[in-house]
């Protein structure tokens, strides 16, 4: 009897030990199938000390520093609502939960706590790819070649490898975000247009950045991966000439629209103008000129002309060859 005693007093501390760790703070109607943890909307005010270090506004609300147990996180508090309220939201939560790869910010929480909608990030220690590059000193070429690589290899996940096929249509240097050793890690991608795999086009209204929209958006003709491809093309040209997409100065009308300045420079033989005689760059002249054709051939106007972002990652990194890109204005008929 006393051994019985005994058994039945293990079985019970066994139960309640398996239910104590079982998670408490989750109802059903809020449980996400992923492996990112709920917070409440509380400890979210408190993690972020009352949402009081703003580290920067994006497309859909603003970012805060906060720590969650010894890390330092970023909590995107979302100032948008999905119109398919929180089935939407749900739905994006698993899609990002779902989404791993080493150049894609990731995501480590979420709250849906009636109307407060928050994201919970890792923390980038280096800030935002614009920051980096519009700075007033000067990123080294290879540091900025290899910041273009990782991208294009993040948005190659994202168009290819992904269960769920991910349209970004915001890329731009705000949107990419740099770690404690500058790798390149794309964000905002969870909030994009989602497809199915069996779903390749897709008609809405415009998304994305001035300077970064590629010309469809305005044409009212199918959407494609090739809008990222696009804004990708903006964004390598300005690694490579730490310029702006569009910069207007006095005297200077010729350089005010970046892609139409590279491609005059590429024409022109000026390459040295548009790294603004980078001696680092100009000592690696061959890999300097691939990037300027690839940044060409990705801002076409022609969708169809656009090369895959798979395609795009062994021109960088000199797998294939490079041939002369047409005028990014060429359009076929």
Same mark, same amino acid.
């Given at each position: 009897?006393?051994?019985?005693?005994?058994?039945?007093?293990?079985?019970?501390? &066994?139960?309640?030990?398996?239910?104590?760790?079982?998670?408490?703070?989750?109802?059903?109607?809020?449980?996400? *199938?992923?492996?990112?943890?709920?917070?409440?909307?509380?400890?979210?005010?408190?993690?972020?000390?009352?949402?009081?270090?703003?580290?920067?506004?994006?497309?859909?609300?603003?970012?805060?520093?906060?720590?969650?147990?010894?890390?330092?996180?970023?909590?995107?508090?979302?100032?948008?609502?999905?119109?398919?309220?929180?089935?939407?939201?749900?739905?994006?939560?698993?899609?990002?939960?779902?989404?791993?790869?080493?150049?894609?910010?990731?995501?480590?929480?979420?709250?849906?706590?009636?109307?407060?909608?928050?994201? =919970?990030?890792?923390?980038?220690? *280096? %800030?935002?790819?614009? &920051?980096?590059?519009?700075?007033? =000193?000067?990123?080294?070429?290879?540091?900025?070649?290899?910041?273009?690589?990782?991208?294009?290899? %993040?948005?190659?996940?994202?168009?290819? #490898?992904?269960?769920?096929?991910?349209?970004?249509?915001?890329?731009?240097?705000?949107?990419?975000?740099?770690?404690?050793?500058?790798?390149?890690?794309?964000?905002?991608?969870?909030?994009?247009?989602?497809?199915?795999?069996?779903?390749?086009?897709?008609?809405?209204?415009?998304?994305?950045?001035? &300077?970064?929209?590629?010309?469809?958006?305005?044409?009212? =003709?199918?959407?494609?991966?090739?809008?990222?491809?696009?804004?990708?093309?903006?964004?390598?040209?300005?690694?490579?000439?730490?310029?702006?997409?569009?910069?207007?100065?006095? &005297?200077?009308?010729?350089?005010?629209?970046?892609?139409?300045?590279?491609?005059?420079?590429?024409?022109? %033989?000026?390459?040295? #103008?548009?790294?603004? *005689?980078?001696?680092?760059?100009?000592?690696?002249?061959?890999?300097?000129?691939?990037?300027?054709?690839? %940044?060409?051939?990705?801002?076409?106007? *022609?969708?169809?002309?656009?090369?895959?972002?798979?395609?795009?990652?062994?021109?960088? #990194?000199?797998?294939?060859?490079?041939?002369?890109?047409?005028?990014?204005?060429?359009?076929?008929?």
């Amino acid at each position: 009897m006393f051994v019985n005693i005994i058994l039945i007093g293990v079985i019970c501390v &066994g139960f309640y030990l398996i239910c104590k760790k079982a998670p408490t703070n989750v109802s059903s109607s809020n449980t996400v *199938n992923t492996n990112v943890a709920h917070y409440t909307y509380q400890e979210l005010i408190e993690a972020t000390d009352g949402f009081k270090d703003e580290l920067g506004k994006g497309s859909f609300g603003i970012v805060y520093k906060g720590i969650l147990g010894s890390n330092a996180v970023a909590v995107k508090k979302l100032d948008r609502v999905f119109k398919d309220g929180e089935k939407e939201f749900k739905t994006e939560v698993n899609a990002i939960g779902r989404t791993h790869h080493k150049n894609l910010v990731q995501l480590l929480g979420y709250c849906d706590d009636s109307e407060q909608r928050l994201l =919970i990030y890792e923390y980038m220690s *280096n %800030g935002t790819l614009a &920051g980096f590059l519009f700075g007033d =000193i000067r990123p080294s070429w290879k540091q900025r070649s290899y910041i273009a690589v990782g991208i294009a290899k %993040g948005l190659s996940y994202l168009h290819e #490898e992904c269960s769920t096929q991910v349209i970004h249509c915001d890329i731009k240097p705000q949107n990419i975000l740099l770690d404690d050793y500058y790798n390149a890690k794309i964000s905002d991608f969870g909030i994009a247009k989602i497809l199915m795999m069996n779903q390749s086009r897709t008609s809405t209204g415009i998304r994305g950045t001035k &300077g970064y929209v590629a010309p469809e958006w305005f044409r009212n =003709i199918p959407v494609t991966v090739k809008v990222d491809v696009y804004s990708f093309g903006v964004l390598l040209l300005e690694i490579i000439s730490c310029r702006k997409s569009v910069h207007f100065e006095s &005297g200077n009308e010729d350089r005010a629209i970046l892609t139409d300045w590279a491609w005059d420079c590429y024409q022109e %033989g000026r390459l040295n #103008e548009f790294v603004e *005689n980078d001696l680092e760059a100009l000592d690696d002249y061959k890999k300097l000129t691939t990037f300027v054709m690839v %940044g060409l051939w990705c801002v076409q106007e *022609n969708p169809s002309l656009r090369p895959t972002m798979r395609k795009v990652i062994q021109m960088l #990194e000199g797998v294939v060859d490079v041939i002369e890109p047409p005028s990014p204005s060429q359009i076929d008929a």
